[in-house]
């Protein structure tokens, strides 16, 4: 038993644990620099919900993911907003569902006119950049291509201060772009653009300047090319051997934050773009797990679209924890831009996620409204499936007319359809995923934008200089975070 000293040296320190994080919530537009969170956003290339030690990875471990789950918000249900890769990519950069802006598949690419996070950060006096996979200028399918300075649609275009890039996925020994410039770089590409974010990084840490780097591997997508040493730690596996490589390159980012003196004031926001790709044909695990999840990528079951998730911000998160609430990729934008207070010039409504600083706080138990995803289908975009989830029920429309329900926190393999047994609960979220498929139809004819109207190409990159500008007018009229998150 404790004595009466220590229970009270005890409560001090909660206390003062308590009071620590509270003052380390408070930011408003005034905010000294300096004491402005760094922002780090990582993400993985098909990456399964089950490909971490966490969540009962046994063929490899990934201490450095364990790590940062351990020591700070592990995500139980975080969620792609789509189940493949540049869709989900647009939704991180604008908080919006990637067919508002008509980004539907793989390789498609995000229009100029959308508003983005590395645009809005510099507002509030942020170094931006971008390292790895971008897959947001279209082009030609296939590996990553160093894209020049004069693609109309590199990530320089979008807010960035500096991008280390190249088109689509990667593997080693591979030629990059720097801000333009092709630069080839040996052994694996996660340590490559690990090592170029660390400089940029360190750069601004010795200027005492709040950076945001976004940070997308090109793992563990096929094809699968690890180096020997990854291999044989991996036991062989070519897929676990690109998982090894990207949970060392996590583990040299958080080390160099120590280093520097930065860690305990940083977010890092760490997930995958979609779940790993299963085959039948092959042996089991060849391209990943999503462990007793339904689905794979390229479908809206659970398989598909959820994926680990981890925020790492000790001085915000004072006391680690899982959370079961529903949380996805377009939440990020929101809550970045909620957290910074800045009032967006030119914002483009809706939002489709939401802040969930109140989440990261400890303080939300529920989300607020639903979560919407939709795919296309054999014969186009009306015809494919649509997913409206909330906190415990999850309606699926599998056709035009065929809907089945599901209770994700009872059936997390959505075994059990509960579409006759809770007709009430799937009229009202019928009604509402109608009600969100309208507003996605508008926001694809370009009715969101300031000209009414999707821009050609030529008029894109003017509408671009323009977001990058701001505008007044615009920013006065924001209505506060209602307006910012409504559909």
């Avoid at 060849?286 to 994926?307: D, P, T, Y």
Wanted: proline fraction near 7%; aromatic fraction near 8%; hydrophobic fraction near 35%.
């Amino acid at each position: 038993m404790r004595s009466p000293q220590s229970r009270l040296a005890a409560g001090i320190g909660m206390i003062f644990l308590a009071v620590a994080c509270r003052f380390a919530a408070a930011l408003s537009p005034d905010t000294p620099s300096d004491k402005r969170p760094n922002i780090i956003l990582c993400m993985t290339d098909d990456q399964g919900w089950g490909d971490v030690g966490y969540n009962g990875l046994t063929k490899i471990k990934t201490p450095n993911l364990d790590a940062m789950a351990a020591n700070g918000l592990r995500f139980d249900r975080f969620y792609s907003a789509h189940p493949s890769c540049s869709p989900t990519r647009a939704s991180v950069m604008t908080g919006r569902h990637p067919y508002r802006m008509q980004c539907d598949w793989p390789g498609m690419s995000l229009r100029l006119q959308e508003q983005t996070i590395a645009r809005a950060v510099k507002q509030v006096g942020y170094s931006t950049s971008h390292f790895g996979k971008w897959h947001l200028s279209g082009g030609k399918p296939g590996g990553g291509r160093a894209l020049p300075e004069s693609d109309p649609l590199h990530p320089g275009h979008f807010g960035f201060d500096e991008w280390f890039t190249v088109s689509n996925w990667f593997d080693t020994d591979w030629t990059f772009s720097r801000n333009g410039e092709p630069t080839k770089i040996e052994g694996d590409g996660s340590d490559a653009i690990m090592t170029e974010a660390l400089q940029f990084i360190k750069r601004n840490a010795q200027e005492k300047k709040p950076f945001l780097a976004v940070i997308w591997f090109g793992s563990p997508h096929v094809p699968l090319a690890p180096t020997a040493a990854d291999l044989k730690a991996a036991g062989g596996s070519p897929y676990y051997g690109e998982m090894v490589g990207v949970d060392r390159s996590m583990g040299a980012l958080r080390q160099g934050l120590r280093k520097l003196g930065i860690a305990d004031n940083t977010m890092i926001w760490f997930n995958s773009d979609n779940g790993a790709w299963m085959d039948d044909t092959v042996e089991p695990d060849a391209f990943g797990s999503n462990s007793h999840l339904r689905g794979h990528k390229g479908e809206l079951w659970e398989g598909g679209i959820r994926v680990p998730g981890i925020i790492e911000w000790p001085a915000r998160i004072c006391k680690p924890s899982i959370t079961h609430v529903p949380a996805v990729t377009s939440d990020i934008y929101p809550t970045i831009v909620e957290l910074l207070g800045i009032k967006v010039a030119n914002q483009n409504l809706p939002i489709d996620g939401i802040n969930i600083l109140p989440l990261i706080d400890g303080t939300m138990t529920e989300r607020p409204r639903p979560i919407g995803f939709w795919h296309h289908g054999e014969r186009g975009l009306q015809d494919g499936p649509v997913v409206w989830s909330d906190n415990q029920y999850k309606l699926h429309r599998r056709g035009k007319d065929t809907y089945e329900l599901y209770d994700l926190i009872n059936d997390i393999s959505e075994k059990k359809n509960l579409i006759d047994e809770e007709p009430a609960i799937a009229a009202t979220m019928k009604a509402e995923m109608a009600a969100w498929l309208e507003s996605v139809m508008q926001s694809r004819k370009g009715l969101d934008y300031l000209e009414k109207k999707v821009l050609e190409p030529e008029e894109q990159q003017s509408a671009g200089k323009s977001q990058a500008v701001g505008n007044v007018n615009a920013r006065e009229n924001m209505n506060g975070r209602e307006s910012l998150t409504a559909f």
